[in-house]
């Protein structure tokens, strides 16, 4: 893996700045100029700011900065920023097509599972990928040989990797190395050290294999439960996340009052001369963050509206949502038809809603909790088809304010300006296997 990241991507990035062992671009025009590659470098370093740091480490200027930048690093810049970063900066098309190739098969290879099929589709797309790589930098010419190192070669053996011992992530080297530092640890005998790991590596699977059966991983985890955060708010009815502050101490203003009564309506059904009056005796809070808990990934989302932000803060306030569309709305005699659709937008409010007493205009029928999201909503203009199939979606401007329940939203996202104008590039990294799906009611 670490092949990839730190040898194949960075020779591509060499012969694209020229920088390749002194050769020149031959019968192709693949450089890109010093400035395109400047202003690429540049982007790279501000990318940071806008995208949240449960993406990973800060990316450097990688035209500045290369030998600092590490394998994870390039892994990020590979899969989400170049992508983004290249489209439209070569002379031919044909450049950048090839580089997405390569990110389309990286994904395929990074996913937690992989079918018979996708291998296949591996195994054909990397033979093609480097017969196309042959062609441009290769070039077929004896003096240009030493763009074809071992790792060109290498691609060709990651399908039949995949299909002898299964998908990557088991044994490529990030997981590896974590594994090999455990096994570090279990060494206590100087004198004995393979016995010693020998042992460590069985007590390790009989432990784990204690847990699995028995399901007693928290009591066998031989620490504390997680401590409850000082002044935040969490609901029986949302066990799914919690509120973090800041808190404001003042109630919402009126608009956002009146926003908030809208929102509750549409989910209600009910009127909003009933809502605005059960309102008036609700509790109505503003929060600065919420934290999903229904995994051990989960991600702390920011309020834009409140609470102060540090000058080297990176944004976690843009987020994926989803919510049910009418796709009929348009057409008034026809039956409502709902389908789940997905948007991004800016976290601009968090509210919680309570109601002491019971409302049966708003069927209420005891103290109840209501835990809203206030997004500003990212127009998506119409996609990039190469950008699609990596689920990168580009905006320029944000458009209406949803009110939506807070377990409507999935994760945050990060954004890259792609120096277009106002364009930006909306990144997510939660892919297929993270999103929510909506089995419609029989009724």
């Known amino acids: 893996m670490h092949l990839i990241w730190e040898n194949l991507i960075k020779n591509l990035i060499l012969l694209w700045t020229g920088e390749f062992k002194g050769l020149d671009t031959g019968d192709e025009w693949y450089q890109l100029e010093k400035a395109i590659w400047e202003a690429i470098a540049t982007r790279t370093a501000a990318a940071s700011d806008t995208i949240p740091s449960a993406f990973g480490s800060r990316v450097p200027n990688i035209g500045k900065d290369r030998p600092n930048v590490s394998a994870e690093m390039w892994s990020f810049w590979t899969l989400y920023l170049g992508p983004v970063l290249l489209r439209r900066q070569f002379a031919n098309e044909k450049y950048y097509s090839h580089f997405i190739a390569l990110v389309k098969l990286l ?176 509790v109505v809070e503003e929060w600065g963050k919420v934290r999903r808990v229904d995994s051990d990934e989960g991600d702390t989302m920011k309020s834009c509206s409140l609470g102060t932000v540090a000058e080297d803060a990176r944004d976690a306030t843009y987020v994926r949502y989803e919510m049910l569309v009418d796709k009929y709305a348009r057409l008034k005699n026809t039956p409502p038809k709902f389908e789940l659709q997905t948007f991004y937008g800016q976290l601009t409010h968090i509210y919680r809603v309570y109601f002491p007493e019971p409302e049966p205009e708003l069927g209420i029928d005891s103290p109840t909790t209501y835990i809203l999201a206030a997004i500003r909503t990212c127009l998506l203009a119409p996609a990039d088809p190469q950008l699609l199939d990596l689920d990168i979606h580009l905006y320029s401007k944000c458009g209406a304010l949803d009110v939506i329940d807070i377990t409507s939203i999935q994760s945050l996202v990060g954004r890259v300006k792609t120096g277009m104008g106002g364009e930006w590039a909306i990144i997510d990294r939660s892919g297929s296997l993270a999103r929510a799906v909506w089995a419609e009611d029989e009724n």
């Open 107 to 282: 994904n395929i290879c990074l996913q937690f599972e992989i079918t018979d099929a996708e291998i296949e589709e591996v195994r054909v797309g990397f033979i093609e990928w480097v017969r196309v790589y042959e062609e441009m930098y290769f070039q077929h010419e004896p003096e240009r040989i030493s763009t074809c190192p071992l790792t060109i070669h290498a691609l060709l053996h990651i399908a039949p990797g995949i299909k002898f011992t299964g998908p990557v992530w088991c044994y490529w080297a990030f997981p590896m190395e974590r594994f090999c530092g455990s096994i570090q640890r279990g060494i206590r005998s100087r004198r004995f050290p393979w016995a010693s790991m020998d042992r460590f590596v069985l007590e390790n699977a009989q432990l784990i294999q204690i847990k699995t059966i028995y399901s007693i991983g928290e009591v066998l985890a031989l620490r504390d439960p997680p401590a409850q955060i000082r002044g935040s708010f969490s609901d029986p009815l949302y066990p799914s996340c919690i509120l973090l502050p800041p808190k404001s101490p003042a109630r919402p203003t009126s608009n956002q009052i009146r926003t908030i009564a809208a929102a509750l309506s549409t989910r209600s059904g009910a009127r909003m001369v009933h809502v605005n009056k059960a309102m008036k005796a609700a």
